[in-house]
């Protein structure tokens, strides 16, 4: 199946602006009724197939044409009845912000692309509100019924869930947090010639580029220097999937993207001169790389929840606000890890961790949790994962990626241990597990969240209550 991310990040969305409205700034607007105004400026826009500025910022969910009716009439009072018109002061309504909006981005780069459009839009707009205003007999029309009204089928919560800077830094904080399990194979800017340590990495992609053709060194680039470059990419990439071919972001089956699919495969078995068959990329996968990434383990977890969620945000799934997930974590580098599992977990069972702190005025821990992460059953009976920390919702605004500041306090912690035991992560992976999953808790005295693997805090599956 052929791709279309509909209205992709905005960065590179060259939009062709249709010709009608385009031309309509030149219309001339002296003279002519409200009803007049909208049938030559308004109209064009609301038959246009073609996306409205919006899309600078918004995924899906909202659009101008959601504002816009047939009727002339019902269109001013819908957006009247909606606060949307400045009776007073035309020139300051609501429904003009919005459409200005993109003049404020930052992104100087996507302000420009979306330009066109939006002064089209505005100058359309400008000119029939204020005829609107100036008619005295339309202004003062009962109100329309609340279903009469034309306005974005989703909740504010949900337009604010699919803007692309939110998109963004959730894939900031799910996907590139984890990129550093792909190194240094498909980290090419984490690559540091000035440090000992990667020397061994530099010549083992020295071989790689005599041993494989140009055009995969160059698919090996995955992770780019930004989040921004490297989503800009995949969603590329994924556009352009040839026919039969699983595409790197899957938004009919975001579990069957190659993104997760790959590193989850083995490498490709051996022919009987020693080398290697050639990696399949569908039917029965395999990877070059090998297997780097284990189903229900954390890094599983946090892509496979922003792949869904950029799936349903794309597709325009979200209705409510009760359909959307979280989106509150944040990777870091403190690993938490539970020995001397109980017996009776059978190994590859996905556990889930989270983490209490203690609450020295009220004396008693946190009801939410402040870090979590998901591992399995390993055949030495632990469960290993790096920690999310969890923080509040994120609606707006850009939440830090600072690894540095990605840490806990010292001090006294409780581990609330959850296992999937009848099996519900496999048909929701993104799910966090309930009551029914929990089999009890443990408590670490002195927590010191130390970065790494070797410095990890630890439980005992004895100590559990
Ligand atoms: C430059 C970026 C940008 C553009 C362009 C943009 N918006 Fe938004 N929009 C935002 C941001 C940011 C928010 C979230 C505000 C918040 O979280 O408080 C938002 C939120 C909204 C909301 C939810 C209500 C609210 O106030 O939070 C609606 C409705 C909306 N935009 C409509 C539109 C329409 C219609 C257009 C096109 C005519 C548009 N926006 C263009 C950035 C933009
Ligand atoms: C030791 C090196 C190595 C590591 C580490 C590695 N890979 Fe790979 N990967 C490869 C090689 C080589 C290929 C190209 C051959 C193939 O498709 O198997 C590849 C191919 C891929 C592809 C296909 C790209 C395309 O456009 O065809 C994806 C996706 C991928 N890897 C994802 C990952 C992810 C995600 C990780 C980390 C969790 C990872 N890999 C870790 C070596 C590695």
């Known amino acids: 199946m052929r791709l279309t991310h509909r209205n992709i990040l905005s960065v590179t969305l060259v939009v062709v602006f249709c010709g009608t409205a385009a031309t309509a700034q030149e219309f001339p607007s002296e003279g002519l009724s409200p009803a007049e105004l909208f049938n030559a400026r308004i109209m064009p826009i609301f038959r246009s197939s073609d996306p409205s500025s919006c899309v600078q910022c918004h995924l899906s969910s909202v659009d101008l044409k ?6 002339h009439e019902k269109t001013f009072l819908s957006l009247r009845d909606q606060g949307l018109i400045n009776l007073e002061t035309p020139k300051k309504s609501k429904i003009l912000t919005l459409i200005q909006m993109g003049d404020k981005d930052p992104d100087s780069k996507a302000r420009r692309i979306h330009e066109k459009t939006r002064l089209a839009e ?3 707009f400008v000119s029939w509100v204020e005829a609107c205003c100036n008619d005295s007999k339309l202004r003062s029309l009962p109100p329309l019924t609340t ?3 034309a306005a974005p089928a989703s909740s504010n919560e949900v337009i604010r869930h699919a803007r692309i800077s939110r998109v963004v830094d959730s894939f900031a904080r799910n996907v590139w947090s984890q990129r550093m399990r792909c190194f240094p194979c498909h980290t090419p800017h984490e690559i540091d010639p000035s440090n000992g340590r990667h020397q061994v990495a530099i010549k083992n992609m020295k071989k790689f580029e005599q041993q494989y053709p140009v055009e995969l060194i160059e698919r090996l680039k995955i992770f780019k220097e930004s989040p921004e470059a490297t989503l800009q990419y995949l969603v590329d990439k994924s556009q352009s999937t040839p026919e039969g071919q699983t595409p790197l972001l ?5 579990a069957d993207s190659l993104l997760l699919l790959k590193p989850m495969s083995k490498i490709p078995p051996k022919k009987a001169d020693g080398t290697f068959e050639l990696q399949s990329s569908s039917g029965p996968m395999t990877h070059m790389g090998g297997l780097k990434l284990h189903k229900n383990d954390q890094s599983y977890k946090s892509i496979i929840s922003w792949l869904t969620d950029y799936a349903a945000v794309v597709n325009g799934q979200y209705k409510s606000v009760g359909e959307l997930p979280a989106d509150n974590w944040r990777g870091s580098k403190l690993v938490l890890r539970m020995i001397e599992t109980p017996a009776a977990w059978k190994v590859g069972t996905p556990v889930q961790l989270f983490v209490h702190q ?3 005025t009220s004396k008693s821990w946190t009801d939410q949790a402040v870090a979590f992460t998901q591992g399995t ?7 290993n994962g790096t920690l999310f920390l969890l923080t509040g919702r994120q609606q707006s605004g850009k939440s830090q990626l600072d690894s540095r500041s990605a840490t806990l306090p010292r001090g006294r912690y409780q581990v609330r241990v959850y296992v999937d035991s009848n ?4 048909t929701d992976p993104t799910l966090m597990l309930g009551e029914q999953q929990f089999v009890g808790r443990a408590e670490i005295k002195s927590a010191q969240w130390r970065e790494g693997f070797r410095q990890a805090a630890s439980i005992t599956g004895a100590a559990l209550k």
């Open 122 to 124: 505005y100058n359309a």
């Open 66 to 71: 959601n504002y816009i009716l047939p009727s």
């Open 250 to 254: 899957n938004l009919a089956e975001p």
């Open 377 to 383: 059953v390993t055949a030495r009976h632990m469960v």
């Open 147 to 149: 279903e009469e009204r």
């Open 358 to 360: 203690w609450d020295e």
């Open 423 to 426: 099996g519900v992560l496999a």
